[in-house]
C-alpha cells in the first residue's frame, strides 16, 4: 500500500521566495493534517482538513501561510514570502474517518530551510 | 482541551534492559491514547493505540502500553531494548469525535551497547 507522499523532501530557498509543499494522502482516507517540527516548540499541528474542507486553522502562524485541499488526493501548503524562522520539518498526516480513534498515517516529511 | 506529558525528553537505556517511557494525560471526556515513533528522517509511525477495549495493548516491535485510567497514564515497555530501538517516541491523545490529536515532546531514546 501506498503511504502518504510528500514533495519535495528537501527544499533550501532564500527568504522572501515562495515555497509549496504538496502532499497526496493515502487512498480512502477522508482527514488531512499538516503539521510543523522543530527543535525548539516540538511537533504543532498547522491545519487540518475533513472531505477537503478546513476544519481547524488556527495553529497557522501567520497570513504568510495557506493551505488548500481541491481533492481528495492532493493539498498545498504555501508559505509567501518565506522567512529563515520558516525553516522545520513539515509532515503530511491522513487518517481514515473522524471518529477519533483512527490513527494519523504521516510522510516522511519535508525538510525546509530558508537561507 | 486534552494533553499529555511525557516527562524527560532523552532516556538512556542498555541493550537487553527494560525499556519504560511515562506518558500522562489529561483530558475530560474518555480518551483514546497512541504511542508512535519516529527514526531519523522519516515521519511518525504508529507503535499502538487504546480505544477503550483491552488495557493492556500490545504493539509493534516488541512494545505494548497500559491504560490506567485512575493515574490517568498509558506508559510505554519493552522487556528488552535492542539497538534498533534507538529513536524518538510521541505519546498522544484524543477523544470521540475529535481526530485532532494532542502530542507531548517527546521521548529521544539511546540505547547503550
Known amino acids: 500500500d501506498a503511504g502518504v507522499i510528500q514533495s519535495p523532501r528537501h527544499e533550501v530557498t532564500e527568504m522572501g521566495q515562495e515555497v509549496t509543499l504538496r502532499c497526496k494522502p493515502i487512498s480512502g482516507h477522508n482527514s488531512l493534517f499538516w503539521y510543523r517540527q522543530t527543535m525548539m516548540r516540538g511537533l504543532e499541528l498547522l491545519i487540518y482538513f475533513n472531505n477537503n474542507v478546513p476544519i481547524d486553522d488556527s495553529g497557522m502562524p501567520e497570513d504568510r501561510f495557506s493551505a488548500k485541499m481541491p481533492n481528495a488526493s492532493f493539498s498545498t501548503l504555501k508559505i509567501q514570502p518565506s522567512e529563515p524562522r520558516d525553516s522545520a520539518v513539515y509532515f503530511c498526516?491522513?487518517?481514515?474517518?473522524?471518529?477519533?480513534?483512527?490513527?494519523?498515517?504521516f510522510g516522511d516529511g519535508t525538510r525546509l530551510s530558508i537561507l | 482541551a486534552q494533553s499529555v506529558t511525557q516527562l524527560g525528553s532523552h532516556v538512556s537505556v542498555s541493550e537487553g534492559a527494560l525499556v519504560l517511557l511515562r506518558c500522562n494525560y489529561s483530558?475530560?471526556?474518555?480518551?483514546?491514547l497512541f504511542w508512535y515513533v519516529q527514526y531519523p528522517n522519516q515521519g511518525l509511525q504508529l507503535l499502538l493505540k487504546y480505544t477503550s477495549a483491552a488495557t493492556l495493548v500490545k504493539g509493534i516491535n516488541g512494545f505494548e502500553a497500559e491504560f490506567k485510567k485512575s493515574e490517568t497514564s498509558f506508559h510505554l515497555t519493552k522487556p528488552s531494548a535492542h539497538m534498533s530501538d534507538a529513536a524518538e517516541y510521541f505519546c498522544?491523545?484524543?477523544?470521540?469525535?475529535?481526530?485532532?490529536?494532542?502530542f507531548g515532546k517527546g521521548n529521544q531514546v539511546v540505547v547503550i551497547p
Open positions: 498522544a491523545v484524543s477523544s470521540y469525535g475529535n481526530n485532532r490529536l494532542a
Open positions: 483530558s475530560s471526556v474518555p480518551p483514546y
Open positions: 498526516a491522513s487518517s481514515p474517518g473522524r471518529g477519533g480513534n483512527q490513527p494519523q498515517h
